[in-house]
Antibody, heavy 119, light 113 residues
Framework: EVQLVESGEGLVQPGSSMKLSCVAS????????MNWIRQAPKKGLEWIAL????????YYADSVKGRFTISRDNSKNTLYLEMNSLRSEDTAMYYC????????????WGQGVMVTVSS | DIVMTQTPSSQAVSAGEKVTMSCKSS????????????LAWYQQKPGQSPKLLIS???TRESGVPDRFIGSGSGTDFTLTISSVQAEDLAVYYC?????????FGGGTKLELK
């Protein structure tokens, strides 16, 4: 059974940093691209970052480019999202999601972690 | 960026009804080399993470009931629920994975009439 378990939830002040983790199990993690997707309270879904299976390529949404960094450690089956210069508009539920393989749809999602940016 | 527009934003339904919802993209999602549409549908129930229902516009995921039917091509897509059940009350999102940034529609919320 595929499982994605995020951690790192919390409340931080604007301008600060935070790092999220996502531990994967139930599939060969090193074979798949992985994504972070967020959802602001009562809002829709926003894809924010993708990392290829071998970390050879990374893509970011414009809203987070230059502030967020996606990375992975295939030896630990773990995906990361380092978030810097956090803003109030980054307040959201953050989900890690497995890429579908042939296309970047999201076939498995974690339960999500809440990040709140507020003074 | 490819803009995804879903209509209606909400819809009140009764159990047993046939429901259709629309998703339109600002550019074609049909890749000419493989004739595939790069469009997925997700279901998000209250308090839960989204669940993939359909990929490639019409390929149902394993375990998804056959009352969920995806159709369409190019820029116009439809998700049909042939006979809505109470457990189908949720928000439905379409997503294009034709090009980066991957983008979602605003969602269609199914509510009880």
């Amino acid at each position: 059974e595929v499982q994605l378990v995020e951690s790192g939830e919390g409340l931080v002040q604007p301008g600060s940093s935070m790092k999220l983790s996502c531990v994967a199990s139930g599939f060969t993690f090193s074979n798949y691209g992985m994504n972070w997707i967020r959802q602001a309270p009562k809002k829709g879904l926003e894809w924010i970052a993708l990392i290829y299976y071998d970390s050879s390529s990374k893509y970011y949404a414009d809203s987070v480019k230059g502030r967020f960094t996606i990375s992975r450690d295939n030896s630990k089956n773990t995906l990361y999202l380092e978030m810097n210069s956090l803003r109030s508009e980054d307040t959201a539920m953050y989900y890690c999601a497995k890429g579908g393989g042939a296309g970047n749809y999201f076939d498995y999602w974690g339960q999500g972690v809440m990040v709140t940016v507020s003074s | 960026d490819i803009v995804m527009t879903q209509t209606p934003s909400s819809q009140a339904v009764s159990a047993g009804e046939k429901v259709t919802m629309s998703c339109k993209s600002s550019q074609s999602l049909l890749y000419s080399e493989n004739k595939k549409n790069y469009l997925a549908w997700y279901q998000q129930k209250p308090g839960q993470s989204p669940k993939l229902l359909i990929s490639w516009a019409s390929t149902r995921e394993s375990g998804v009931p056959d009352r969920f039917i995806g159709s369409g091509s190019g820029t116009d897509f439809t998700l049909t629920i042939s006979s809505v059940q109470a457990e189908d009350l949720a928000v439905y999102y379409c997503e294009q994975y034709y090009d980066t940034p991957w983008t979602f529609g605003g969602g269609t919320k199914l509510e009880l009439k």
